[in-house]
């Protein structure tokens, strides 16, 4: 991908750079990030999304916010980095990269306790950029490890965006078919556009495009019928938090697509980095499910498309049982049939990090 | 319903009158017809739509396309006849009540070949009307048929618009709500909004609130979640053309929803009027499925939201087989767990005329 989805430019007197991904696909524009406000603000209403890069914007983010610090002592130092942390775990409560994010960024400045303040905040630079580095290398690997599931011209039908957008540059779910792509593979591509935001139509279908991989784009309530069709091969999407067990939160329609792929005999996989789980949570039951303004469904087009005052339900997840999971795809390796003990085995404890 | 969706107004020099469905729910505004391109136009572009409101459409264009004739014999007439019927045939395929109130016309008038031109004339006005009040009348009887399955604190989800809109005033799934709210039954409902063109938001979500029936609008994609989360007791949906066997299509989702309801244990309802049925085609393989312009779904409201020159696919329609269908409500009864057999024994041979 040639776009830097989400970047930090220049030194600690610089700034956070990101796509405001609400432009696309009529414009392309970039928003600078000099303060925290804004980078909230930035992730709340969706201008960065996607798992992974959630948990870049809020390293950023962290560093936009202790930068000025004018602590005397670590003690001080660490309660003004909770504050900022707290502030920025408050834009988007399902998507759990954010808080891996920031309990890294605090696990390295505690790490680093004994330094002077302003190194410390150097070194939480560094580190935020190790971050972006590291989510480039971990898609990739994605990419090489689902692409051997992927036959010449297979058929993939994807739900939302898990693409460069959604990370530093490379994808998740799109990586698979970039990978696939790339090794000359002959796929097609079926793109939900993905109600309310439509993530699928102006983003996943925009990706693909650019990297000259044939797409179609489907409104999300036809999925059942290209599956019924014979049309589909496998579904390929992302994640926004993987319980213990391997249920997978991830943006709403993801359970509805499950349910069909199963119903039609068509594989269904998640790929995530192991950022993306959360070993605290032992099932899918204990994901939070974030609820979003209903206006975002009935005026989602810029023009009012239901009655004043109609009662909505907006949430922006779902959750998908594992036994709907044909496997999860990591920078790891691929865990099939995925439950407790083989994402325990194939995660180790090393994923969450503080 | 207070509002007529479509009638005649005045004698034979008069017009048909119709809501222009594609302004609400933020605008009231009638279409009056004159001509029949302004009714093809109109059922093309779903200023009307709702299967039996198109069969209306389509007898009263007839009225519109042979009132001025001035054939000197039966057999020219009819020849005016036919082409007009070829041409408002040509507006929507899939819905079966067009061809339908067609054939119906064109039956009544070879019945009254003998009068004078000008005396059939009146006798198709009437013959229109006619099928003005027996919609009216279906409408009703299927609502009372299917109020008797709904008990006291139901949730119904229902998908797309067959309500008031889609006939002369009562509705096909939404009768069986309306019937059952007058009944004194606290009913509440879930919509789905109906991608591409959102006439659960616009229309059927309008006609709820109206009625003062509790109404939750949400994304065709939450419709798993919310089944999942044991919100939904049955669904009800209305149909377009269904087959011998009970196959049913219906707007474009709806097979994805029984596939979803039937997962999770809830019942999946059709309401259809008997003229919906179309005993010709053995079962749901053999119906036309109408496919629409891409630009419904890459600029639905006016604004593009996917990339320009993004490959598309848009069926209008999909098929639910029977073995997804808990009943079928009719004007006659409910066909219950619907097979060839009962859908012959309910519906007899009344049903094609012609």
Redesign the interface.
Known sequence: MPLATIEWVGGLDGHARLIDQTLL??ELKYIDCEDVPTMWNSIKRLAVRGAPAIGIAAALGTVLGIRGSEASDFNEFEEELRHVANYLGSSRPTAVNLFWALDRMHAVARHNANLPIDRIKEVLLEEAKAIIEMDKTVCRQIGRHGAELIADGTTILT?CNAGGLATADYGTALAVMFAAHEQGKRISV?A?????L?QG??LT??EL?HAGI?????????????M?QGKIDCVIVGADRIAANGDTANK??T??VA??AK?HGVSFYVAAPASTFDLSLPSGHFIPIEERE?NE??C????????????????AF?VTPAEYITGIITERGIIERPDADKVRKTLGAQSQPG
């Open positions: 696909p009529t739900h079926y939900d556009e993905t109600r309310p439509l139509a102006r279908a925009w495009m044939d797409v179609t784009l489907i409104c999300d309530n036809m999925a059942g019928l290209v019924k709403i329609g359970y509805s349910v069909l119903q209903g469904i009935t989602g087009f810029g023009k009012r498309t239901a009655p004043e005052g109609v009662k909505t339900y907006c949430p779902d």
